[in-house]
């Protein structure tokens, strides 16, 4: 399996190939090959900005002479006119890097943006905001890079990382107990040790996974009544999620009724781009 820097490096290739092709012919009939300069990245909306470290791997991939000098770092709350960066070498290498650089910045930083508003509606609470696998094929470990520097907690990277055994997963496996002693028969006889959640719908499910002996419980599409007394019925003896249609308004009901995370699919699946722009200083 290809390592987080591997699989960076992996799409940054795609990137430059899709982006670049045979040359950027626009750049390369008008700019002088031995031309230099400097491309400075200023924000035009007030967020959480995120991904200075991958354009850093962007830059320097494309052209290890390019020289870049950041004055905001991952995280940070920025506003309209901030500079983020600036950067300095060949005219003709940040010309044919500014799009990459910043799709991919524009959308980690909506992420960590919306991460962050997502998590500020639970302070004063132990819950914590988590992320899905609805992601951008090919852009998960940036996205998820983004939900971290936001505030939030990664759910699972993959399908290779926790059991996470489902309602479809439940049913073809003739339900709760079966799956879970299938899973931990699995997880003894591969010399894997990885945390085992169950989906469960209702009280009779949460009590199949709790004699079942799992580590987390995710209540799916739960009102918060019903949570708060999932909760009480479970009284610590598993981790707690909530999932399934919780919202922005409706987090803090949840997150109220005392469950450890949130997990929700739109800090990934329909983020808007924080706007921000790389414009040449002259």
Not at 241 to 247: H, M, P
């Amino acid at each position: 399996m290809e390592t987080k820097d591997q699989l960076i490096d992996d799409l940054l290739t795609l990137a430059f190939a899709e982006d670049v092709g045979d040359g950027d012919h626009t750049t390369l009939s008008t700019i002088p090959a031995d031309a230099t300069g400097c491309q400075q990245l200023i924000i035009k909306e007030e967020g959480i900005i995120a991904g200075v470290d991958i354009a850093r791997k962007v830059f320097s991939k494309f052209d290890p002479d390019l020289k870049m000098t950041v004055f905001i770092n991952d995280g940070a709350h920025v506003k309209p006119g901030d500079v983020a960066f600036k950067v300095e070498g060949s005219v003709r290498s940040l010309l044919q890097t500014e799009r990459t650089m910043l799709n991919i910045m524009q959308r980690m930083s909506g992420i960590a943006t919306t991460t962050a508003r997502y998590q500020e509606r639970l302070a004063g609470l132990k819950t914590k905001v988590l992320d899905t696998r609805k992601t951008t094929p090919g852009m998960r470990m940036l996205e998820k890079e983004a939900v971290r520097i936001g505030g939030g907690v990664n759910h699972r990277i993959g399908l290779f990382d926790m059991i996470l055994i489902k309602d479809n997963h439940n049913d073809f496996a003739g339900g709760i107990p079966n799956s879970v002693a299938r899973a931990k028969e699995y997880l003894k006889a591969n010399g894997k040790n990885l945390k085992i959640e169950v989906e469960v719908r209702n009280t009779d499910e949460i009590n199949q996974a709790l004699e079942a002996g799992v580590d987390r419980i995710m209540l799916d599409n739960f009102t918060p009544e019903r949570t708060r007394e999932a909760v009480k019925l479970i009284n610590g003896r598993a981790e707690i999620e909530s999932s399934g249609g919780i919202t922005l308004d409706t987090l803090r009901d949840y997150g109220e009724c005392g469950v450890d995370y949130i997990s929700v699919g739109a800090l990934t699946h329909s983020v808007k781009g924080l706007d921000m722009s790389f414009k040449a200083v002259r």
